[in-house]
Nanobody, 124 residues
Framework: QVQLVESGGGLVQAGGSLRLSCAAS????????MAWFRQAPGKEREFVAA???????YYSDSVKGRFTISRANVKNTVYLEMNSLKPEDTAVYYC??????????????????WGQGTQVTVSS
């Protein structure tokens, strides 16, 4: 079992920055693919970014060039650095994990463990 706890959400003005963190339990963190999804009110959960166990990074087109995902295996933590935030980035952001796999990184059903989410609100 893997438990995930997100932190770092909040209210920020458009153009600002936030850094989300996700702390994972367990001793085999380095073998997990990690990702961030988000869900805005009335919308489906959507892929934001993923980092594989081999450190490859993947991004949705909507955040590419503005967000950076990274991981620190020694701290069992994954980060999402968000810059140039826009009001449309407003959502609950979820951290998720799966044992390393070749299946698509952008499909929520391919992940086994989820955090409780952290709210990000971007004001215009």
């Amino acid at each position: 079992q893997v438990q995930l706890v997100e932190s770092g959400g909040g209210l920020v003005q458009a153009g600002g920055s936030l850094r989300l963190s996700c702390a994972a339990s367990g001793r085999t963190f380095s073998g997990y693919d990690m990702a961030w999804f988000r869900q805005a009110p009335g919308k489906e959960r959507e892929f934001v970014a993923a980092v594989s166990w081999t450190w490859s990074a993947y991004y949705s087109d909507s955040v590419k060039g503005r967000f950076t995902i990274s991981r620190a295996n020694v701290k069992n933590t994954v980060y999402l650095e968000m810059n140039s935030l826009k009001p449309e980035d407003t959502a609950v952001y979820y951290c998720t994990a799966r044992w390393n796999s070749r299946s698509s990184y952008s499909i929520a059903a391919n992940y086994n463990y989820w955090g409780q989410g952290t709210q990000v609100t971007v004001s215009s």
